[in-house]
């Protein structure tokens, strides 16, 4: 298969779809890859490092769309990009659709083949080509939590973990999957004062054996969140309905009740977002402030940490990749429930049904 791997060109984003370890691996298997000039200046993946796996090196996006059958990304295409997608192409990459309508229906419109890695599943349920994005987010949503509570942030100027004789900072973390378990390790490595929220009861169990009582549990109801959003300093927005829209669950009302200077990180953006006020940002322009408290909203969180992201992301997408490109995409979908579980758009058509209905969109 001709499979090809574009610069991504959504904002401050450095991630790459392929490292040249990936690229040997497809070029020994018998694939032609290209990639176009300077795709992986950002995590120093040189061209000539892809060359020298194998890689015909592109000058432009337009060249690598034009000359291959997949497209292998990280972040969901932008416009231009959508314009250059036809039907024969499969595109491999994360979509986060239930949040982008007009991103569905371009890519309802070009016919391609769409196979978003946050709905892939493994056996016990679970979303691997998601997790290891959901671990960098976890840990930075800390990391710059932290940040801007800093007082020349705007911030309430505490500490996250205090000092002897002054209390930590309070820190909520909302759902207990892959990004809120990572997120309440940093917190509580910090020695922060941490307390998890999740609506699994089984979860929270989970929770608290792992972390051995280091941070506290609780069940998500609607009445113990506004109780913990008030005397928060860090709220971390970590729930994901897989495919679908995320829940709101911290409404305006309940930031009106918090203290000025408090921080929301919400990780949960890509799928709409957990906090009522949410909007997406970018690295470029990352927070605002609603009622005095700053929300931190960027959409692609992991960007900035690029050559961590690129190189776990890639240690987890290359099998699928290569299952693709050996077997084409309808047979390994066939073979494979776990891989169709991904696709989301096909033949101008929604195919995934959390999709659809947060969309509003008929299934296909």
Do not use: W
Request: charged share 20%.
């Amino acid at each position: 298969m001709r499979i090809g791997v574009p610069k991504e060109i959504k904002n401050n984003e450095y991630r790459v779809g392929l490292t040249p370890a990936a690229v040997g691996e497809l070029v020994r298997a018998g694939h032609e890859v290209v990639v176009q000039t300077n795709a992986g200046c950002g995590v120093d993946f040189a061209d000539s490092a892809y060359e020298a796996a194998g890689a015909r090196i592109l000058p432009d996006a337009a060249a690598v769309f034009e000359a291959t059958e997949m497209i292998v990304k990280v972040k969901e295409p932008q416009p231009s990009e959508i314009a250059m997608l036809r039907p024969h192409h499969l595109l491999f990459t994360y979509l986060h659709l239930a949040a982008d309508k007009p991103q569905a229906e371009g890519l309802m419109k070009s016919g391609a083949t769409c196979i978003a890695y946050e709905t892939v599943t493994a056996n016990d349920g679970s979303l691997p080509l998601l997790k290891p994005m959901s671990e960098v987010a976890g840990r930075m949503s800390v990391q710059c939590g932290a940040h801007y509570l800093e007082k020349h942030q705007g911030g309430r100027g505490v500490l996250l973990g205090g000092v002897p004789g002054v209390e930590p900072g309070k820190v909520v973390i909302l759902g207990g999957g892959v990004a809120g378990l990572n997120a309440a390790q940093m917190a509580a490595g910090l020695r922060a004062d941490v307390t998890i929220f999740d609506i699994s009861a089984r979860r929270l169990a989970e929770l608290d054996a792992i972390f051995g009582g280091q941070v506290k549990t609780a069940f998500a109801s609607s009445h113990a969140i506004a109780d913990a959003v008030r005397c928060a300093d860090l709220v971390i927005g970590a729930v994901l309905v897989p495919g679908a829209a995320a829940p709101k669950l911290v409404t305006r009302a309940m930031i009106g009740t918090m203290r000025p200077g408090a921080v929301l990180v919400d990780i949960a953006i890509d799928q709409g977002g957990c906090f009522e006020t949410s909007r997406p940002t970018t690295h470029e322009d990352p927070v605002f402030v609603v009622d005095d408290v700053i929300h931190y909203c960027v959409a692609n969180m992991p960007g900035a940490v690029a050559r961590t992201s690129t190189i776990a992301l890639g240690n987890v997408t290359l099998p699928f990749a290569m299952k693709l490109a050996d077997m084409g995409a309808e047979a390994a979908m066939a073979a494979d429930p776990h891989l169709a579980a991904g696709l989301n758009v096909m033949g101008g058509r929604i195919t995934h049904p959390a999709v659809a209905e947060a969309l509003d969109l008929p299934l296909g």
